[in-house]
T-cell receptor, first 111, second 114 residues
Framework: GENVEQHPSTLSVQEGDSAVIKCTYS??????FPWYKQELGKRPQLIID?????GEKKDQRIAVTLNKTAKHFSLHITETQPEDSAVYFC??????????FGTGTSLTVIP | DSGVTQTPKHLITATGQRVTLRCSPR?????VYWYQQSLDQGLQFLIQ???????AKGNILERFSAQQFPDLHSELNLSPLELGDSALYFC?????????????FGPGTRLTVL
């Protein structure tokens, strides 16, 4: 079954504030931790990913951090904008084969 | 546009019927994944194919079957349909099917079972 827990399920922030979404995972042989963004009515798209040989990766206003000891990884969005409003999914292939997604976080950025 | 195509975009049918969803991967991608997204649900991994062979199986019901053809397109068959099968079905493709390969999603097929 799924081994990825994602929190929070919903998140509202004021424009310009930061948003953080966290995922925890159980035993894993995989070193790949991606994040996907799904806008309303559209397909999921990869926005950032990290591999376990690094602890943090940044791409402009988004970053992902990984704590292998605690078995969690987080998505950080700084200086949020209304176009950041979407559902965000973490994902993790526990054995490298099956690809499990978290339950999603609905982010609303209030102008 | 991800380069992954899915047909049809919408499908409305009745319980007990059979439907076939079709997916064409990006040019050069060998692996195809199928996902189900129900209302207010996350993405449920169903099955993965790599170069025509089944590679991984997730939460796919026995009423569902899939295959990947020599030209690498894939079809997901659902039969007999139940009301709970109403969902958005996504296909994704990746170059090699390895865990670190980015998956590119198609636009999805919205299935409504009445």
């Amino acid at each position: 079954g799924e081994n990825v827990e994602q929190h929070p399920s919903t998140l509202s922030v004021q424009e310009g504030d930061s948003a953080v979404i966290k995922c925890t995972y159980s035993d894993s042989a995989s070193n790949y931790f991606p994040w996907y963004k799904q806008e309303l009515g559209k397909r999921p798209q990869l926005i950032i990913d990290i591999r376990s040989n690094v602890g943090e990766k940044k791409d402009q206003r988004i970053a992902v951090t990984l704590n292998k000891t605690a078995k969690h990884f987080s998505l950080h969005i700084t200086e949020t904008q209304p176009e950041d409003s979407a559902v965000y999914f973490c994902a993790h292939p526990p054995t490298g084969d099956q690809f499990y997604f978290g339950t999603g976080t609905s982010l609303t950025v209030i102008p | 546009d991800s380069g992954v195509t899915q047909t049809p975009k919408h499908l409305i049918t009745a319980t007990g019927q059979r439907v076939t969803l079709r997916c064409s991967p990006r040019s050069g991608d060998l692996s195809v994944y199928w996902y189900q997204q129900s209302l207010d649900q996350g993405l449920q991994f169903l099955i993965q194919y790599y170069n025509g062979e089944e590679r991984a199986k997730g939460n796919i019901l026995e009423r569902f079957s899939a295959q990947q053809f020599p030209d690498l397109h894939s079809e997901l068959n659902l039969s007999p349909l139940e009301l709970g099968d109403s969902a958005l079905y996504f296909c994704a493709s990746s170059v090699g099917g390895a865990e670190g390969d980015e998956q590119f999603f198609g636009p999805g097929t919205r299935l409504t079972v009445l």
